[in-house]
Structures are given as C-alpha cells and as structure tokens.
C-alpha cells in the first residue's frame, strides 16, 4: 500500500514522505533535521531507513535540511541537474549524493516508479513528481506560477494529487508585502493562488483523483478555510466523494492511503 504524509508544508519550510511500508523517500527537505527525523519517528518510520530524497528546487524552504540530513543519514539526492548544481554552490560536500536527471525522465526507486515534469517557478529547474506503485498514482506539484502541459499530463490518473494553494489574491493584494513581493508571488514563475490551485484541482478530479491535498499555504496570504473553500467549490456536481485535506504547516500530517 502507497501512502503519503506531510511532516511541513508551507511558506516557511516543506518536507513530505512516501513510503510503500519497505521505501521510504522524502520530498524535499526544507526544515531542521531534527524536526524531520522528530516527524518521521511519529509517522512510525526509523530515520536511517529513508533511501532517498527527491528535491523540487533549491530555494532554502525546500532545502535548507540537506546538509545536516545527509551528515546524519545516507540519504541519496535525486534532482535536475541545475538546482545540483546550484546547490552544490554553497554545499560542494553534498556532490556525491546527488543522481541527476533531466526533467521529464523516470526511474525506479525498489519497487516504487518515480516520473519527473518541468514546472514554472523562478529558480534554476525546477521539477514536479510523480510516484506510482500499481494502480496507485502520487503527483505533487506545488511551487508553480501557471499551469502548463507537462503539469496537467502528470496530474492525468493521479490517484491522489498534492496542489498548491499558496495564496488569496485578495489577502495578497492588501497584505504587507511589498510590491515587488506581491508581483513575484503572484507571477507566471511565482506560487499558485486558491483559484487556480481550484482550476487543476478539477481537472483532477474530472479525470479520476479522489484525494487533493492543498498544500504550500501561505502563512501570511491565505487561511486554511478560505483555500478548503476554494477546492470544495470547483468540484463538479455528481461526481462523487472527493477528499480534501489541508496539509499543516507546522506539524505532521496523519498517513493518507495513495
């Protein structure tokens, strides 16, 4: 059985797991190493017995638990090979561990296939996943300004699709960013808002997703409500149960079955 849990999901630090109960891999790893290893002993995983961890991009919410985490565990890096390299930057230890690829190829982690998709966000190359075991499909997806075609074909049979809702426009808008902050946030290389997070939400679910997790919620810029609002709202009348979950930002999430 696939499952996936959050151990942070936000604006100031993310990281989730999925294992299939013998691999488990993490995305990202954008908190302490200590709150990560402290997350993973509560969702029942021995720290040391994570293989891998898939990075999205290299901006320090996403990463900033990489250097300590593989000091502690012999964790392998698995990212495209601008964000190693950007990373390898200010971390040139952290070389060996990295396995390269080129956004759009798959490979196989055991008995887990992992498949990888361009997206658009304002850093080096940035990537999505996917993680399939059988009939049971993960895509995540967050950090994104607009939603493009190699995004809506990952998220195609997703059994399960982890979105971002990272912001409200209109909390945005009146919100004490300054403008700059603003324009970038809710540009074509920014973050995702409610609506459009709605938008893929439902192309999801008109192609068979029954379980949305909205995550990368903005501490400042939206409320778990108002995004849960969003979601419930554009899904299509008589098209059955449909799950939806906020990830938090500041504990674990519960496990939740692929």
């Known amino acids: 059985m696939l499952k996936f849990a959050t151990v942070a999901s936000g604006s100031s630090g993310n990281c989730s797991v999925i294992s299939d109960g013998n691999t488990h891999i993490l995305i990202d790893a954008g908190v302490s190493a200590r709150r990560i290893t ?9 720290p040391e017995e994570v293989s891998a961890v898939l ?5 320090s919410d996403h990463i ?4 300590v985490l593989c000091r502690q565990l012999g964790v392998e890096l698995y990212t495209a090979e601008g964000t190693a ?8 230890e952290l070389q060996p561990r990295f396995r390269v690829f080129d956004p759009g190829e798959r490979f196989a982690l055991q008995d887990l296939v992992v498949g990888t998709f361009p997206v658009s966000h304002d850093c080096s190359s940035p990537v999505g996943y996917t993680v399939t075991q059988g009939e049971q499909k993960l895509t995540f997806c967050t950090d994104l300004g607009v939603l493009t075609q190699p995004v809506l074909e990952a998220v195609q049979g997703a059994s399960t699709l982890v979105a971002e809702y990272n912001y409200d426009p209109e909390m945005l808008a009146t919100g004490p960013y300054p403008q700059y902050l603003k324009n970038r946030i809710a540009g074509q290389r920014g973050h995702l808002s409610n609506q459009v997070g709605a938008k893929l939400t439902r192309w999801a679910v008109e192609r068979g997703t029954r379980q949305v997790v909205l995550a990368h919620l903005s501490k400042e810029n939206n409320l778990p409500s108002t995004a849960r609002n969003a979601a419930q709202a554009c899904i299509p009348d008589g098209m059955g149960h449909v799950a939806l979950c906020v990830a938090p930002r500041s504990e674990a999430s519960d496990w939740m079955e692929v």
């Open 64 to 67: 900033s638990g990489i250097p």
């Open 55 to 59: 990075i999205t991009h290299e901006h």
């Open 85 to 92: 390299r950007e990373i390898c930057r200010k971390n040139p």
């Open 38 to 46: 402290t997350g993973l002993k509560g969702l029942g995983i021995a």
